[in-house]
């Protein structure tokens, strides 16, 4: 069949199966996720039929963490690798495809997001006259040859093209995939930095959503877990944390932060809550020989404790935007939020026994700030009201949706809010970011534009994602 013609055979058919795949900055594996999708826009309709995580190598994870977090790399590894993971992710591909019994000719489509190894907005790169960009490893031909699937991949350039960063997109599908009209849905993603969607049912469905960054995520908790309870990674469940005793005085220092007085929409990163952060705020608080299970209690409650925070703030700016709302192309947008670059813990391999913190410092750390008149949140007296009808309810996603003790401290913040994870509607929570790509390539190929907020308020009506086929 000519090339062209296969494409209006998928937009035509009633049912199309596409798989998406999100190798994210935590850099340990791919997510893959089979889905089902009727429909677009407003009236689709989608259905995970398989997911799974696959891990990469310790060498595999070796050179895309060299990649995506040396200042200086040899242009030979950059293009031997932008086509080496494509390689590496047409096996896995090949191999869940054949595990999950389905056909390769059966899958209409990849999602394929790449890996990213550099972001540089121009609010970061600082340099006078040039361009945002963004770069992610793993080139698409090579997926689709070796596959035999048709690729949509490099969904973050037309976004960029058009005057925005290329992040966040995430804003786009929570829109999509996930509004309701009977109840106010803030979609919490915890991964090394939270982050959240507020999907509010009585905002025009053309309206943007309200989504920015809360503040930390695992990454600090991570770090402090590589640190002192190698070769852990992560805090299973939030076990070590529940062993623990909250430092109210660190608490405080850790919360004392500029970040926290800036009003949504806003984005940070990594490289604001960093080690060498934690450990002022340890030397302010003359907390240097806490305990590390008290240390990770107190990083968990300081994670919840801001996530809280943002979702109060989220949502009454859902009720004060709606008299502001901006149309969209035939799906829908988000509000103009800047997002940095999101690493994670594990990017801090190599790490001093005498100061944990030293290593990042000497890739040079922005000064800390730190806000003199916030000392702690009153979360007591917040309005957690919902902005529309119903009731508020979070849905978490991310590493962070399985850590027990951190879950249970939101929950106690959020007295009036129900909190649970994707799975309460049918999600995976390790699912739903491969599945926002998925969902982005069925918007492609069904002909739908989102829209791009350019830095003068002006809007452009973009597709997400470049075509490529198989032969």
């Not at 394929?112 to 963004?134: C, D, M, Y």
């Not at 973050?156 to 999509?176: F, I, M, S, T």
């Not at 925070?309 to 709606?322: A, D, W």
């Not at 902005?387 to 309810?393: D, S």
């Given at each position: ?372 008149e916030k000392t702690r949140f009153d979360l007591a007296t917040s309005d957690s009201t919902p902005p529309g009808p119903g009731t508020v309810r979070v849905l978490i996603s991310g ?73």
């Amino acid at each position: 069949m000519p090339r062209f013609e296969r494409l209006i055979e998928i937009q035509q058919k009633p049912r199309r199966l596409i798989l998406g795949l999100m190798s994210g900055t935590s850099i340990d594996g791919l997510d893959l996720a089979l889905c089902a999708f009727s429909g677009c826009g407003s009236d689709v309709k989608f259905e995970i039929l398989h997911h799974g995580t696959v891990s990469y190598t310790d060498e595999q994870q070796r050179v895309l963490r060299m990649l995506a977090t040396q200042e200086m790399v040899r242009m030979e590894d950059v293009c031997i690798y932008h086509t080496e993971l494509s390689r590496w992710h047409a096996d896995i591909v090949r191999q869940a495809l054949s595990e999950w019994g389905i056909d390769v000719g059966d899958v209409d489509l990849i999602a394929s997001h790449g890996q990213t190894v550099r972001h540089a907005p121009k609010r970061i790169h600082a340099r006078g006259g040039l361009s945002n960009s963004t770069f992610q490893l793993g080139e698409p031909d090579h997926l689709a040859y070796l596959t035999g699937i048709l690729t949509l991949s490099d969904f973050r350039q037309k976004h960029v093209a058009a005057g925005g960063e290329g992040a966040p997109l995430a804003g786009y599908g929570d829109q999509l995939l996930f509004r309701d009209a009977s109840e106010c849905r803030v979609l919490l993603n915890v991964g090394g930095i939270s982050n959240i969607t507020v999907l509010d049912p009585a905002a025009d469905v053309a309206s943007l959503p309200v989504t920015f960054d809360t503040g930390p995520g695992n990454t600090l908790m991570d770090f402090v877990v590589r640190t002192h309870f190698a070769p852990m990674k992560y805090d299973e469940g939030g076990k070590l944390a529940a062993e623990g005793v909250v430092n109210e005085d660190l608490l405080s220092e850790l919360i004392n932060h500029e970040f926290f007085s800036q009003n949504p929409p806003k984005t940070t990163g990594p490289e604001a809550f960093s080690p060498e952060y934690l450990y002022q705020s340890m030397k302010m608080t003359g907390s240097e020989e806490i305990s590390p299970v008290d240390l990770l209690a107190t990083l968990n409650r300081f994670t919840a404790e801001t996530i809280a925070e943002g979702i109060q703030s989220g949502l009454k700016l859902s009720k004060e935007s709606r008299s502001d709302s901006t149309s969209i192309g035939n799906s829908s947008d988000m509000l103009n939020a800047t997002s940095s670059t999101e690493y994670t813990s594990e990017e801090l391999d190599e790490i001093s026994d005498e100061n944990p913190f030293n290593k990042l410092a000497e890739g040079g750390i922005a000064p800390v700030d730190k806000s003199p008149e916030k000392t702690r949140f009153d979360l007591a007296t917040s309005d957690s009201t919902p902005p529309g009808p119903g009731t508020v309810r979070v849905l978490i996603s991310g590493g962070g949706a399985h850590n027990k003790t951190l879950v249970d401290n939101l929950s106690e913040c959020l007295k009036n809010i129900k909190v649970s994870d994707f799975s309460s509607i049918g999600v995976h929570p390790d699912a739903k970011e491969a599945l926002f790509f998925a969902a982005m390539a069925n918007e492609f190929i069904c002909g739908n534009t989102f829209v791009v907020q350019r830095e003068d308020g002006s809007n452009a009506n973009v597709s997400f994602g470049k075509l490529s086929f198989p032969v």
